[in-house]
């Protein structure tokens, strides 16, 4: 155990560490370097100073962003804590979903994703097959266009597809995958939204194949979507299927469209293309709101909002909003 | 010395008779599958092996249906962090553009380190993991890391300490076992 290290071991170990830190700034100078081969003439901190290389020669061995990623991905599933099975509850076959992270937490793929857009940002472009995607609001992608497929890795938010063909010798497959599922384009225009556990798909023409593992039996499920429907998905299956509504391509015009949405789930759709926290009150949540709400300018429809039912806005700050009743006169 | 193993493997042999289809048995409940069970009771009692290391530490085990509980406990949770981080591996294996030549032995061995680190930084903050792993593993600048966590340089250089010291003491328990 730890305890056969002596204190002053420990502590050499200690600083060993700070050294590391110090030294692998980008800042790091000359004169720091001074104090740490001061430091070094110690023989216990000689010694720390090995441990911190034997474990540097390990680290090496590791393909860098791979490695970051699988970690973080593993650990963002399971949880930093390990608490889940701790608790009994176990999950075998499944990628164990406690300990997901809320979507306002930016993992670390979306981060270093190929392409982001901001928060209220939309931006449309080509792909190197021709393909036309759109990216809305705080959404990112990794394009892996090789030999064998065409592939859009959806890490987070929502796109809008519209598959060319492919004018190679033999042509590729266009898929997209998402946390939950994989889509295979049969030539269409489609749409794909990742949410924190589910996937939505909407089809605006021709049709998409899409499949998802089934853990249970290690099989793949799949699941044709044709033009003018929708589908939702979990990891393990099908949740909803549904004609394609309005706001699924809605946003490419950079509109809004509620159809009998409950004001909190108005607000929570319009706080996406909003930076910072647009929070719904319980006591208005039920209002029920139809129409269409420019996205260029959500303040317009928070006003909008105000004179359409008993509610008023709190700014708390610049960046949180609260929809709250009106006060009575 | 003979005489003292011989007695050490005797306990030991009684440990296992005495209790390995209880422990079937309670890890099949949890795992609602009896093929893992009998592995995972297999890898519990190499544990309790390599742990004890004189028959007096058997002889201490007061309640040993307890302690192997929570021995088995560890031994399952470490299964399914691995079976996690083999899942995590191979798709970020498989989202790879170019995928890279390299052999089957040389994957494993990745993998192991990979599980060996992902072990080393546990119970540490998404922070404090994040940080090490972005500075030590590629190379990116603490002033990048600073930006990507939305903290300052000096904590990013906090946690990158606090995080190593833990992987080196870490390393030299497991080696001073």
Same mark, same amino acid.
């Given at each position: 155990?730890?305890?056969?290290?002596?204190? !002053?071991?420990?502590?050499?170990?200690?600083? +060993?560490? $700070?050294? *590391?830190? /110090? =030294?692998?700034?980008?800042?790091?100078? @000359?004169?720091?370097?001074?104090?740490?081969?001061?430091?070094?003439?110690?023989?216990?901190?000689?010694?720390?100073?090995?441990?911190?290389?034997?474990?540097?020669?390990?680290?090496?061995?590791?393909?860098?962003?791979?490695?970051?990623?699988?970690?973080?991905?593993?650990?963002?599933?399971?949880?930093?804590?390990?608490?889940?099975?701790?608790?009994?509850?176990?999950?075998?076959?499944?990628?164990?979903?406690?300990?997901?992270?809320?979507?306002?937490?930016?993992?670390?793929?979306?981060?270093?994703?190929?392409?982001?857009?901001?928060?209220?940002?939309?931006?449309?472009?080509?792909?190197?097959?021709?393909?036309?995607?759109?990216?809305?609001?705080? !959404?990112?992608?990794?394009?892996?266009?090789? +030999?064998? $497929?065409? *592939?859009? /890795? =959806?890490?987070?938010?929502?796109?809008? @597809?519209?598959?060319?063909?492919?004018?190679?010798?033999?042509?590729?497959?266009?898929?997209?995958?998402?946390?939950?599922?994989?889509?295979?384009?049969?030539?269409?225009?489609?749409?794909?939204?990742?949410?924190?556990?589910?996937?939505?798909?909407?089809?605006?023409?021709?049709?998409?194949?899409?499949?998802?593992?089934?853990?249970?039996?290690?099989?793949?499920?799949?699941?044709?979507?044709?033009?003018?429907?929708?589908?939702?998905?979990?990891?393990?299956?099908?949740?909803?299927?549904?004609?394609?509504?309005?706001?699924?391509?809605?946003?490419?015009?950079?509109?809004?469209?509620?159809?009998?949405?409950?004001?909190?789930?108005?607000?929570?759709?319009?706080?996406?293309?909003?930076?910072?926290?647009?929070?719904?009150?319980?006591?208005?949540?039920?209002?029920?709101?139809?129409?269409?709400?420019?996205?260029?300018?959500?303040?317009?429809?928070?006003?909008?909002?105000?004179?359409?039912?008993?509610?008023?806005?709190?700014?708390?700050?610049?960046?949180?909003?609260?929809?709250?009743?009106?006060?009575?006169? | 010395?003979?005489?003292?193993?011989?007695?050490?493997?005797?306990?030991?042999?009684?440990?296992?008779?005495?209790?390995?289809?209880?422990?079937?048995?309670?890890?099949?409940?949890?795992?609602?599958?009896?093929?893992?069970?009998?592995?995972?009771?297999?890898?519990?009692?190499?544990?309790?092996?390599?742990?004890?290391?004189?028959?007096?530490?058997?002889?201490?085990?007061?309640?040993?249906?307890?302690?192997?509980?929570?021995?088995?406990?560890?031994?399952?949770?470490?299964?399914?962090?691995?079976?996690?981080?083999?899942?995590?591996?191979?798709?970020?294996?498989?989202?790879?553009?170019?995928?890279?030549?390299?052999?089957?032995?040389?994957?494993?061995?990745?993998?192991?380190?990979?599980?060996?680190?992902?072990?080393?930084?546990?119970?540490?903050?998404?922070?404090?993991?994040?940080?090490?792993?972005?500075?030590?593993?590629?190379?990116?600048?603490?002033?990048?890391?600073?930006?990507?966590?939305?903290?300052?340089?000096?904590?990013?250089?906090?946690?990158?300490?606090?995080?190593?010291?833990?992987?080196?003491?870490?390393?030299?328990?497991?080696?001073?076992?």
């Amino acid at each position: 155990m730890s305890t056969d290290l002596s204190s !002053s071991q420990r502590e050499a170990l200690r600083a +060993a560490a $700070q050294w *590391l830190a /110090l =030294l692998g700034s980008e800042t790091s100078d @000359i004169a720091e370097r001074q104090a740490w081969r001061n430091w070094l003439q110690k023989p216990v901190n000689q010694w720390a100073w090995e441990r911190i290389e034997l474990l540097q020669q390990n680290l090496q061995t590791l393909p860098g962003k791979l490695a970051v990623d699988t970690l973080e991905l593993t650990a963002r599933r399971q949880g930093h804590q390990r608490r889940s099975v701790l608790k009994g509850i176990v999950f075998l076959a499944g990628a164990g979903t406690l300990g997901w992270s809320s979507s306002r937490c930016l993992p670390i793929a979306a981060w270093r994703a190929d392409h982001r857009t901001a928060t209220g940002e939309i931006r449309s472009f080509a792909l190197p097959d021709g393909s036309k995607i759109s990216l809305n609001t705080d !959404s990112a992608i990794d394009v892996r266009f090789d +030999a064998r $497929q065409r *592939l859009v /890795l =959806l890490r987070r938010g929502e796109i809008f @597809i519209e598959t060319a063909h492919d004018v190679v010798a033999s042509p590729r497959p266009f898929l997209v995958k998402t946390e939950q599922v994989q889509i295979h384009a049969l030539g269409t225009q489609f749409s794909v939204r990742q949410f924190d556990e589910q996937t939505r798909v909407s089809v605006q023409v021709d049709r998409v194949e899409v499949s998802l593992p089934i853990a249970k039996t290690l099989s793949m499920q799949q699941q044709i979507i044709e033009a003018g429907y929708s589908a939702e998905f979990l990891r393990d299956g099908i949740i909803s299927t549904g004609n394609i509504n309005a706001n699924d391509s809605a946003w490419r015009n950079r509109m809004l469209v509620a159809d009998n949405w409950r004001l909190d789930k108005f607000l929570n759709e319009l706080g996406r293309y909003r930076n910072g926290i647009l929070h719904c009150d319980t006591a208005v949540a039920d209002h029920r709101i139809s129409g269409a709400f420019r996205i260029d300018d959500t303040d317009q429809a928070l006003l909008a909002i105000t004179k359409l039912f008993p509610v008023r806005v709190d700014y708390r700050t610049r960046y949180w909003a609260l929809v709250r009743p009106a006060k009575k006169v | 010395m003979t005489a003292d193993i011989q007695v050490f493997n005797q306990k030991f042999q009684a440990l296992y008779s005495d209790h390995h289809g209880w422990l079937k048995s309670w890890l099949r409940r949890r795992l609602g599958c009896s093929e893992h069970a009998a592995d995972l009771t297999h890898d519990t009692f190499i544990r309790l092996l390599s742990t004890t290391d004189a028959t007096s530490s058997l002889d201490a085990i007061r309640e040993p249906r307890t302690y192997l509980a929570t021995i088995a406990n560890r031994v399952m949770l470490d299964h399914f962090r691995r079976k996690a981080l083999e899942r995590a591996y191979l798709q970020m294996l498989e989202e790879q553009s170019e995928p890279e030549s390299i052999s089957l032995e040389t994957r494993a061995i990745i993998f192991e380190t990979l599980c060996q680190v992902d072990a080393m930084l546990t119970g540490l903050g998404p922070k404090v993991r994040r940080a090490f792993l972005l500075s030590q593993l590629e190379g990116v600048h603490y002033a990048d890391i600073a930006l990507q966590l939305s903290v300052s340089v000096s904590s990013v250089k906090k946690y990158i300490a606090k995080a190593t010291e833990q992987c080196l003491l870490f390393a030299l328990e497991s080696e001073l076992r």
